[in-house]
């Protein structure tokens, strides 16, 4: 249990030697037969799929909203001048193998998708490059990135007790320089760095490239990928708008979907979230201590406010700016789209996030202006059009990506990964790069691996 990653493949190949000895049931077909359903056309789902596809196993997706890609959500701002922006997922990083890999298949561009983060603090705004955290907690930072790669696995477990901002206080991170990784790391994890386990965060800081994994985009949207793989996998084996409502396990799998649809299985890959997981009627029941993780689980809330600009009057391609204002953080989310035209999006976290998600489009375009108003001045007469994506009451994910508490990250996900009966769970909530399109892939990809 040398790191985070590591930890998580030893635990998969345990799942995956219990997997082995369970055989298919024979001829199981009652109604639409097939041998494997995957719930959700999400990375997880879709890449599940690719992988049963390439061993030329049966499988049909279930997918509950009327389109694929669930959590990655590209979205046309501009039809006109064709600019693309993400309602979801928006950033692949350097580090994340299976997700590059991919595009490189699929011949999909990535563009660089980095960024040069001016700071709005106390109503002063610093551009890019004049602002720095102080000398004495960069050095401590230093350190403490070092000294993770020697934790041994008991520190590790006593890590996950603390939460991220006490970690941080007791390590004398203080005033701005606390104030600072607040506002950076809770844009990480969608929620105050007081809610999150002090490990989940240590270790992706840790073990991430240089900018945290923000790295790249997918030229066209992040999308494009989920269009891809379905092209592959047979759009005839996507089925949209079938909401699943019952699984009954018994010598094999029969899902019963919201339309009165049944489908009979010998194996069922579950990829919905948790909070869509627990809707489901299970018979038999969801074991006593997975439903009760299910429960303790919670998601992280982010809203996406995306402005369309009719001039990209912030100069810069990789501009981004963290602020302390309700807006909380502005990026440009039409890099390297070419265009006189140009959006900026504001994504906010936690409580700002249910804020603003409450508000009309007119109280948020004036949160925009009045936060870019210290560096650019008025910009109103700029302001086309805009849009709002309110991700904490998404009804099939309730939130952005699952938020691991304190001791959760030990203490719930190894319960969550378990299999039931015949069914596989995936999704990023489970993975080692848990909150990222990677960590969807890796378990649609394990879970797969283990059917076949
Ligand atoms: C605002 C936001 C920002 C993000 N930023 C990034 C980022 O910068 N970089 C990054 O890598 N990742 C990011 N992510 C995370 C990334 O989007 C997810 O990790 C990933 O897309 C999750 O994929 P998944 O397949 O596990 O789940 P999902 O995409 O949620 O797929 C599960 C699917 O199951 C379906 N479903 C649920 N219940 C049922 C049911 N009963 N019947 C049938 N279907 C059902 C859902 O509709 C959904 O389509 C972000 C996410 C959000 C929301």
Same mark, same amino acid.
């Given at each position: 249990m040398s790191t985070r990653r590591s930890f998580l493949k030893q635990s998969a190949v345990i799942i995956g030697g219990l997997a082995v000895s369970q055989t298919f049931g024979g001829?199981?077909?009652?109604?639409?037969? *097939?041998k494997v359903v995957i719930i959700g056309a999400g990375f997880a789902g879709l890449a599940a799929a690719y992988q049963l596809h390439k061993k030329k196993i049966p499988f049909v997706i279930l997918e509950?909203?009327?389109?694929?890609g669930g959590r990655v959500y590209s979205f046309e701002a501009d039809p006109a001048e064709k600019l693309v922006v993400e309602l979801g997922a928006e950033w692949v990083g350097k580090s994340h193998e299976r997700i590059i890999s991919l595009c490189d298949e699929f011949k999909l561009e990535l563009l660089n998708n980095q960024f040069d983060t001016r700071l709005l603090y106390k109503g002063k705004y610093h551009p890019g490059g004049d602002w720095d955290f102080s000398e004495p907690w960069k050095a401590k930072w230093k350190s403490i990135l070092e000294n993770y790669h020697h934790l041994a696995a008991a520190d590790k477990l006593k890590l996950d007790k603390y939460d991220w901002w006490r970690y941080l206080v007791n390590n004398g991170c203080t005033g701005m320089d606390l104030d600072i990784k607040e506002l950076l790391d809770s844009t990480d994890f969608? =929620?105050?760095?007081?809610?999150?386990?002090a490990f989940a965060a240590l270790s992706e800081y840790a073990e991430s490239s240089e900018k945290n994994e923000m790295d790249y985009k997918i030229k066209g949207g992040n999308g494009k990928l989920a269009e891809m793989m379905a092209d592959k996998i047979g759009r005839e084996n996507i089925l949209t708008?079938?909401?699943?409502k019952k699984i009954r396990q018994t010598g094999n799998v029969e899902i019963t979907c919201e339309n009165g649809e049944t489908f009979t299985a010998a194996k069922l890959i579950c990829t919905a979230p948790t909070f869509a997981a627990m809707k489901i009627d299970w018979q038999p029941g969801l074991p006593a201590d997975m439903l009760n993780a299910m429960k303790q689980l919670q998601y992280a809330r982010i809203n996406k406010h995306p402005v369309l600009f009719s001039?990209?009057?912030?100069?810069? =391609?990789?501009f981004d700016m963290i602020t302390d204002?309700?807006?909380?953080y502005i990026y440009h989310? *039409?890099?390297?789209?070419?265009?006189?035209k140009g959006v900026l999006i504001s994504y906010t976290i936690g409580d700002k996030a249910a804020v603003v998600a409450n508000q009309n489009n007119e109280w948020n375009g004036r949160t925009v202006l009045e936060t870019l108003e210290p560096g650019?001045?008025?910009? *109103?007469?700029l302001m086309e059009k805009q849009f709002n994506y309110y991700?904490?009451?998404? =009804?099939?994910?309730?939130?952005a990506y699952a938020m691991y508490g304190?001791?959760?990250?030990?203490?719930?996900r190894p319960t969550l990964q378990r299999p039931f009966l015949h069914t596989h769970f995936a999704g990023e909530h489970l993975a080692?790069?848990?909150?990222f399109m990677e960590g969807a892939i890796n378990t649609g990809e394990e879970a797969a691996a283990r059917i076949v």
């Open positions: 001829s199981l077909y009652l109604s639409k037969k *097939t509950a909203r009327n389109r694929i969608g =929620e105050s760095i007081r809610h999150i386990s708008s079938y909401k699943v001039q990209r009057f912030w100069k810069d =391609e990789s204002m309700p807006a909380h989310g *039409t890099k390297n789209q070419p265009s006189q650019f001045g008025d910009i *109103t007469p991700w904490g009451q998404d =009804e099939y994910s309730m939130g304190t001791g959760q990250w030990f203490g719930l080692d790069w848990q909150g």
